[in-house]
Structures are given as structure tokens and as C-alpha cells.
């Protein structure tokens, strides 16, 4: 129950402070689209390839077909929008412990992300670019043996990258984020929405 109410605590406190401000400012800052319809403002962007709708200033969420979306997910999405400061992708790659306070969570972030993506496909690395391209859109890349790029929301691509073992050296993986992550999301942030896309992947690679 105490972990329901600080979801609920911190899903207040992003919606309170988004609501507050312009937004057309934050989603020219985001890359989310805000539109006026019939006297009503929403706004829409794109999270882990799914279309998600949002009414301002209430900030009620919606997906189609009529689909619920879990209260991390909302709480993730208002945090980004909250932080995006309009900053350009630097094309500069870097690692989680490499974000402020990454250290602290390294462990906890390998045993969500890292060790599951290299138990799932270390063996079958192919699989990584298939399930990556069908679940979320994801485009290759050319890091490592097998790597793939996803748009995980519109100014934060993620890359997964896999090298395969061989007889003397077991495989390896790696998550690597462009530099701009450091200004618009936690670290806390960041291991939450890197797992949302590695549970899935490895789920459908069983």
C-alpha cells in the first residue's frame, strides 16, 4: 500500500506542476504536439512506440484502443515533459553509470536491465533485433555484434547492444543513451524506462 500512495504522491506532484505551466512551451520543448480541438487543448507524443494522448490542463491520459496506462508510465511521461529543456541529441554515448547518481543505482539497474538482456539474447542475439523491431520500431545499429536503436519517447533514444560469446569470453550487453538523458530524466527515471523496455523483449524472447 505504501508503494500505491508514493506513485500516487508522485503522479500528483508532476500533473501539478505541468498543469501550471504553457504548453505549447513544453511540448515545443519536448517534441510533443499540442493541439487545440473545439475549445480543448491535448497533448500527443509517442512513448515506446504507442500513440499516447493527453487532455491539459487535467492531465488525464488515453491510448487507443481504450487501453489503461499503468501509473509508472504516466508518472515517467509527465516527468519528461516536465524536463525537456529543448536541448538537440549531442550523438554523444553514454553508459548508466555515467548519469549523475548512476553509481548509486548501478547494481539495481544490472540486475533489472543489463543481466536479463544478456540472459535473453546473449545466445540468440538475432532474436534482440526481431523482438526489438516488433514490439517497439526499433531500427539497427551498428555497435557491438547486434545492437538496436529505440525511440523510447521523442528526444531519448535507447540503444541495446549485445556481443556474442564465444568459447573463452561468455556473451556481454551493454545500454547506452545519448548525453542530453542527463537533463531531462533521473537516474531513477532512467532505470524504470530502460526496464520497461527490456521486460518486454525478454518475455516475448521465452
Known amino acids: 500500500m505504501a508503494r500505491i500512495d508514493e506513485h500516487s504522491m508522485a503522479l500528483e506532484?508532476?500533473?501539478?506542476?505541468?498543469?501550471s505551466r504553457n504548453p505549447l512551451h513544453f511540448c515545443r520543448l519536448s517534441g510533443a504536439l499540442c493541439i487545440e480541438e473545439g475549445g480543448s487543448t491535448i497533448i500527443r507524443l509517442t512513448f515506446l512506440n504507442r500513440m499516447i494522448t493527453i487532455s491539459w490542463p487535467d492531465l488525464l491520459f488515453y491510448q487507443a484502443?481504450?487501453?489503461g496506462i499503468p501509473i509508472k508510465e504516466r508518472i515517467l511521461i509527465l516527468?519528461?515533459?516536465n524536463g525537456s529543456k529543448g536541448e538537440d541529441l549531442t550523438g554523444e554515448l553514454i553508459a548508466y553509470q555515467e548519469i549523475p547518481s548512476g553509481r548509486f543505482y548501478l547494481d539495481a539497474f544490472d540486475r533489472?536491465?543489463?543481466?536479463?538482456l544478456i540472459n535473453a539474447f546473449g545466445d540468440q542475439p538475432d532474436q534482440l533485433s526481431l523482438l526489438a523491431k516488433e514490439l517497439f520500431g526499433a531500427n539497427t545499429s551498428s555497435i557491438g555484434d547486434i545492437s538496436v536503436l529505440i525511440q523510447a519517447l521523442p528526444k531519448i533514444p535507447i540503444t541495446l547492444v549485445i556481443w556474442k560469446g564465444d568459447e573463452e569470453l561468455s556473451s556481454d550487453g551493454t545500454v547506452l543513451f545519448d548525453s542530453s538523458i542527463k537533463d531531462i530524466?533521473?537516474?531513477?527515471?532512467?532505470?524504470e524506462?530502460?526496464?520497461m523496455i527490456v521486460y518486454p523483449l525478454v518475455a516475448k524472447a521465452k
Do not use: F, G
Open 13 to 19: 506532484i508532476a500533473k501539478k506542476e505541468l498543469s
Open 65 to 67: 484502443p481504450n487501453k
Open 79 to 81: 516527468h519528461y515533459l
Open 112 to 116: 533489472r536491465v543489463k543481466y536479463p
Open 185 to 191: 530524466l533521473s537516474a531513477e527515471d532512467i532505470s
Open 193 to 195: 524506462l530502460t526496464s
